[in-house]
C-alpha cells in the first residue's frame, strides 16, 4: 500500500483523535531501550532525530515520547480538523534524503559525523548524506547486503 492509499484511510478522522491513537500506539510498541539508548546517545553530544514515511501526527507522538531533536514525516492534509484524504507532502525514499541533507546543513554537521539507521531498503537513499548506513533488523528485506552493520538485538540497550 502506497502513501496516498495509506492517506484516503485517514479521511473522515479528526486529528486529535489520530494524535491520541498514534501516542498511545508508540507508547504501547516502541521497541524497549529506546528512550535510555537516545539518551544516552545525547549525553554522548549526539544530535539525534527521525525521518519517516508515517505520518507526521505519528513521529510527532515520537517526539512527545522520546528526547529526539527533531522528527519529520509524511503531512497529511487536514480541514477544519479532520483529515481530508490527501498529502500536503510526502516523504518518500528520495525526500528522506533530501531532509536529511537539510538537517545536516541546518545543524552545520559534516556527512562524516553522521549516522543512519534504518529497517528497510527505503532508507538507503540517505547513504550519500551519512558517513555509515546502521541496518536495523535487516533480515526484512535485502538490505542486509548493503549495510555493513545489521543490529538484531530486540533491545537497543545490548548495543552499548
Do not use: W
Amino acid at each position: 500500500m502506497g502513501l496516498k492509499e495509506l492517506a484516503k484511510l485517514y479521511r473522515g478522522f479528526p486529528e486529535d483523535k489520530l494524535r491520541k491513537i498514534a501516542l498511545n500506539y508508540c507508547q504501547k510498541y516502541l521497541i524497549g531501550g529506546a528512550k535510555e539508548f537516545i539518551k544516552e546517545l545525547k549525553k554522548r553530544g549526539f544530535l539525534i532525530g527521525a525521518i519517516s514515511a508515517n505520518p507526521q501526527f505519528l513521529m510527532d507522538a515520537l517526539i512527545k515520547i522520546l528526547p529526539l531533536d527533531f522528527s519529520e514525516g509524511t503531512k497529511l492534509e487536514f480541514k477544519d480538523g479532520v483529515a481530508t484524504g490527501k498529502i500536503k507532502r510526502e516523504v518518500d525514499r528520495y525526500i528522506k534524503a533530501e531532509i536529511l541533507k537539510e538537517k545536516r546543513e541546518k545543524y552545520g554537521l559534516k556527512k562524516e559525523n553522521i549516522i543512519v539507521i534504518g529497517d528497510s531498503v527505503t532508507n538507503l537513499p540517505m547513504v550519500k548524506e551519512a558517513k555509515v548506513f546502521i541496518g536495523f533488523d535487516g533480515k526484512k528485506e535485502d538490505a542486509g547486503e548493503i549495510c555493513r552493520t545489521i543490529i538484531t538485538h530486540e533491545k537497543l540497550r545490548d548495543i552499548f
